[in-house]
């Protein structure tokens, strides 16, 4: 049965707490930087206006948490699902601010999230990703995600009409450790 709230999520290391207004100013570094949104269906943000802006128009079928270190409330990252089918499918998406990358952060959030949406019930969760962003396919990858196969000209973009490798993983292959 899913539940309506977002909890607060805990890892050794991390909090992941629902999303607020207040993590745009947070989070917009990361928003507004090229290489961090180069794989993203829309360009950087110019202005800190423009990430609160989005976090505004947040699409209600989508549940975020901010990921922030366990001994403060700033926001590095977050995951997001949102529910296909319900009951049944998810999708998930992150993002973690450049400076933690290659730390194994993105791979605990998403870990953890991936927990909390099995335990809801959720019999599959899937992830797309531009077949170039070879560090999302590597995290995915490690976290157990089976490629289910690529779109071609699946996505328009700001730098063009884009390909999209689409993950996989079903409840019953989800092995990661769980953690409280």
Known sequence: MRR?????????????????????????PSY?????????????????????ESFATD???WRCWSI???ENDYAIGFVAVGEKRQGNVSEIGYMIAK?????????EGVARVIDQIFDEGQRRVFADTDPDNLPSRRLLEKLGFKLEGILRG???THIGVRDTALY????????????T
């Open 68 to 70: 922030t270190a366990r």
């Open 99 to 107: 400076p933690h990358w290659g730390t194994g952060i993105a791979r």
């Open 168 to 179: 996989g993983l079903l409840r019953y292959e989800w092995a990661w450790p769980r953690r």
């Open 32 to 52: 507004a930087d090229e290489e961090c949104m180069k794989w993203w269906s829309t360009p950087p943000h110019r202005t800190v206006e423009q990430t609160r």
């Open 59 to 61: 699409d209600p079928a």
């Open 4 to 28: 309506r709230t977002t909890p607060i999520l805990k890892t050794e290391r991390l909090l992941l707490r629902p999303r607020r207004p207040e993590d745009a100013e947070s989070l917009h």
């Open 154 to 156: 699946e996505w328009e």
